[in-house]
């Protein structure tokens, strides 16, 4: 039974535990400064956001101070109330890199089981180092930037009882209020220890009252917003489909309950990674929140010989003042600048068709020539061949055969795929002297069993011993773990791009992973991965990368690392893309959304939808193109084409570089909204739809956000307002049916 102690004793805890962290030069900092360390305390500072923490000096425990908005000079010590029950003082604390044991019962950032089989650690501080700019992460995607646009931290941690040390990596990226993360463990014991969770990132918040948002769905639905109050006890969602999946996707966003889309505090948090993963939300007992991202614990189990490391993948956490809105908007400046890699980040985004809902499989050299001349008389600068192409010996002609016989059928290109590429890339798009692109598809992590591939290489194929090999869409799982595997991947999808004029690549992957040979595979299947797409990026960057996991399977920040963009969703239906779209854009700027004009009635929904909306949410995504026949489209949608790609081309450079505000949303209103504001400020874009027919009832207003109030804006060339008048008025649109749209432009005078 453990006794009651009173307020003396409490005094005397709060003035020793002050003794252990006293005020001093770095408190005391300037908040222009990235990186401040004095003695034991660390300042990451933003334009906007400071981040604090020090070495509690009796325990060697790291303490948070503080994550949120600038704070400069002192700062108030936490006070920490006595020990009483079972929950000992560390589960009473603000912990940055919590482990398992010694009195803190709430979930831990790393946890290894020693060659004993127990589990507790004791990391320590030991040193730090600091740095300007940033390194990269060995075999990992991760964030860039020189000397003027990151500064590092990097807390060195031992635990003397089993001689594991960790590296912690901070990164403050200021112009985005965003602090990147990451974990390396290294065995320097003489035995074998076994990682079995680690979080990249975790943060203690406050005790406060706070809600999580996160990003749910399912194939065709992804991407959909989910907001609920953080209650006590552990909230967590996840993947284990192998990959970061259309389930959940590897971000959350904790924000006070009043928090909006334009005010409030939001902080962001977004895993670089496309494998299984694990966000855990936790309120303790003492009212603590804890949020913690990494890999999935269930598929971890990481080996490690003495002398070995684990490095965790990164971490970004970004913090707004300005609502829900400022927060993804830090988070789409840094993945455009310091994240994406490709030359085609802001930049080339040909309007596209793609082949697929127009001709399916079932095509030859003609009939695809033919869809290219069609797309090309619209005024489309890319046309892009989907599956179907490949196999010789099992010829691709449906989903039950020819994954990994990456050759082109013999059947359909009598006189070779260049021959095919050569003709169409003769093409001219409508009314310019532009020739047209070629892009073609790939699904390289997967093999039908009725293939050559799986015939001379069943062991390639992920298995668990004699268990069954699970087909999903007639379809195994290559062991891309396997360096053999790898090498075939670069070198079957290297010999194409070679053999032919090929300057676009859409890399699909349609199933998740179902039978492992251990935990670990997942992660090194990743670590492989992220090494096919390193060197195929670096050999061909003249292409242009689409990532496609039957649809937003693997919409990620890893991917983002080495393709440009990638397709948010197999759902084309235009109602259901303004969610999902708008869903996507929380942690992922629109530049990466590939988003499609589609044939009507919706293949996925039935639905029939104006071509105009349809185009207007299409445009919305960095990467504008069609999925139809123009052959087979009805004449009134067919004569709208051009001028909506032409209306594409004009908004997408917006698209590409400047800033997203959602102004309402399909789930809080009939009339969403979205206003996208040039770099430079001078000129703006807003989309504006309305989902239900409206009858005998007053037309509302849209305020936009984000504009100069003191500066005079035309709008569509016609009527001139000033921009306090748009934020704070608004402006009408009157819609005569359901399902309509407008894209209005705003030019600064």
Same mark, same amino acid.
């Given at each position: 039974m453990f006794r009651l102690v009173n307020r003396a004793t409490v005094i005397a805890?709060?003035?020793s535990f002050l003794g252990h962290c006293p005020v001093t030069a770095a408190d005391q900092s300037s908040s222009t400064d990235p990186i401040v360390v004095d003695g034991k305390t660390f300042a990451l500072n933003g334009d906007h956001v400071s981040y604090r923490f020090h070495v509690d000096n009796s325990t060697g425990d790291l303490l948070s101070d503080h994550f949120g908005g600038s704070v400069t000079g002192p700062i108030p010590t936490e006070i920490t109330g006595a020990v009483n029950g079972w929950v000992g003082r560390p589960g009473r604390i603000r912990r940055e890199f919590p482990d398992q044991g010694r009195g803190d019962f709430r979930i831990p950032a790393i946890r290894i089981r020693q060659t *004993?089989?127990?589990?507790?650690s004791d990391l320590q501080y030991r040193s730090h180092e600091t740095k300007?700019?940033?390194?990269?992460?060995?075999?990992?995607?991760?964030?860039?930037?020189? *000397?003027?646009?990151?500064?590092?931290?990097?807390?060195?941690?031992?635990?003397?009882?089993?001689?594991? !040390?960790a590296a912690l990596?901070?990164?403050?990226? /200021?112009?985005?209020?965003?602090?990147?993360r990451s974990a390396s463990i290294k065995n320097k014991g003489k035995s074998n220890i076994?990682?079995?969770?680690? !979080?990249?990132?975790?943060?203690?918040?406050?005790?406060?009252?706070?809600?999580?948002?996160?990003?749910?769905g399912d194939w065709a639905r992804e991407a959909h917003r989910e907001r609920r109050k953080v209650e006590y006890g552990i909230q967590s969602f996840g993947s284990l489909t192998g990959y970061a999946s259309h389930l959940h996707n590897p971000f959350v966003s904790i924000v006070n309950p009043e928090t909006t889309e334009s005010s409030g505090e939001a902080w962001g948090f977004s895993l670089i990674y496309s494998g299984s993963f694990s966000v855990e939300v936790e309120k303790g007992s003492q009212g603590f929140t804890r949020t913690m991202l990494g890999l999935n614990p269930s598929q971890l189990s990481w080996n490690l010989g003495p002398g070995e490391n684990l490095t965790s993948p990164e971490c970004v956490a970004v913090y707004s003042n300005n609502?829900?809105?400022?927060?993804?908007?830090?988070?789409?400046?840094?993945?455009?600048?310091?994240?994406?890699?490709?030359?085609?980040?802001?930049?080339?985004r040909p309007a596209l068709l793609n082949s697929w809902e127009g001709l399916g499989s079932t095509f030859n050299e003609s009939t695809i020539y033919e869809l290219a001349r069609e797309s090309a008389d619209l005024g489309i600068k890319m046309f892009v061949l989907d599956d179907g192409w490949f196999g010789d010996k099992y010829p691709r002609t449906s989903d039950t055969a020819g994954l990994g016989d990456w050759v082109p059928n013999p059947r359909r290109f009598p006189e070779g795929l260049a021959h095919a590429v050569?003709?169409?890339?003769?093409?001219?798009? !409508?009314?310019?002297?532009?020739?047209?692109? #070629?892009?073609?598809? #790939? *699904? /390289?992590?997967?093999?039908?069993? &009725?293939?050559?591939?799986?015939?001379?290489? /069943?062991?390639?194929?992920?298995?668990?011993?004699?268990? /069954?090999?699970?087909?999903?869409?007639?379809?195994?799982?290559?062991? @891309?773990? %396997?360096?053999? @595997?790898?090498? #075939?991947?670069?070198?079957? @999808?290297?010999?194409? %791009? &070679?053999?032919?004029?090929?300057?676009?690549?859409?890399?699909?992957?349609?199933?998740?992973i179902h039978e492992m040979p251990s935990p670990s595979?997942?992660?090194?299947?990743?670590?492989?991965?992220?090494?096919?797409?390193?060197?195929?990026?670096?050999?061909?960057?003249?292409? %242009?990368?689409?990532?496609?996991?039957?649809?937003?399977?693997?919409?990620?920040?890893?991917? %983002?690392?080495?393709?440009?963009?990638?397709?948010?969703?197999?759902?084309?239906d235009a109602i259901e893309r303004i969610t999902i779209q708008l869903g996507t854009s929380l942690a992922y700027p629109p530049s990466a959304m590939g988003a499609h004009l589609s044939a009507v009635p919706n293949q996925q929904t039935g639905r029939t939808v104006p071509v105009d909306f349809r185009g207007h949410v299409a445009m919305m995504g960095g990467s504008f193109g069609l999925e139809l026949d123009p052959a087979n489209t009805p004449e009134a949608d067919r004569a709208a084409l051009p001028g909506l790609i032409k209306l594409a081309e004009k908004v997408n450079p917006i698209i590409l570089k400047g800033d997203m505000y959602r102004l309402s949303l399909p789930e809080d209103s009939d009339w969403p909204a979205v206003l996208f504001i040039s770099e430079d400020s001078s000129e703006a874009v807003l989309f504006y739809f309305q989902l239900n027919p409206r009858v005998d009832q007053a037309i509302p207003w849209v305020r936009m956000q984000g504009l100069d109030p003191t500066a005079m804006y035309s709008v569509d060339d016609n009527a001139t307002y000033s921009g306090a008048t748009l934020m704070n008025l608004g402006l009408q649109f009157p819609f005569d049916t359901e399902y309509g749209s407008k894209v209005v432009f705003l030019e600064k005078q």
């Open positions: 805890s709060v003035v *004993e089989g127990y589990t507790v300007r700019g940033k390194p990269t992460l060995p075999g990992l995607p991760s964030t860039f930037g020189d *000397e003027d646009d990151v500064s590092t931290l990097v807390i060195h941690l031992y635990d003397d009882y089993s001689d594991v !040390a990596s901070y990164s403050i990226f /200021p112009k985005q209020d965003a602090i990147v076994t990682v079995e969770s680690l !979080a990249s990132l975790s943060v203690d918040f406050p005790y406060e009252d706070l809600d999580m948002i996160s990003l749910r609502g829900i809105g400022g927060m993804s908007r830090s988070l789409h400046r840094l993945y455009r600048n310091h994240l994406i890699k490709s030359k085609f980040a802001t930049a080339d050569n003709s169409i890339t003769d093409l001219k798009a !409508a009314n310019t002297s532009t020739n047209l692109r #070629f892009g073609i598809w #790939f *699904e /390289p992590e997967m093999v039908n069993p &009725n293939s050559s591939l799986y015939h001379e290489h /069943p062991d390639w194929a992920l298995h668990a011993g004699s268990y /069954p090999r699970t087909q999903t869409r007639n379809q195994l799982v290559l062991n @891309v773990a %396997l360096p053999e @595997v790898q090498e #075939f991947i670069i070198e079957a @999808v290297s010999n194409i %791009l &070679n053999s032919a004029d090929i300057t676009y690549v859409k890399w699909d992957n349609n199933r998740g595979t997942d992660h090194q299947y990743m670590l492989g991965l992220y090494r096919v797409f390193d060197n195929l990026t670096t050999t061909f960057p003249d292409v %242009l990368w689409e990532g496609c996991a039957s649809g937003g399977g693997r919409f990620d920040p890893g991917v %983002l690392q080495y393709f440009p963009q990638i397709w948010a969703s197999d759902d084309t």
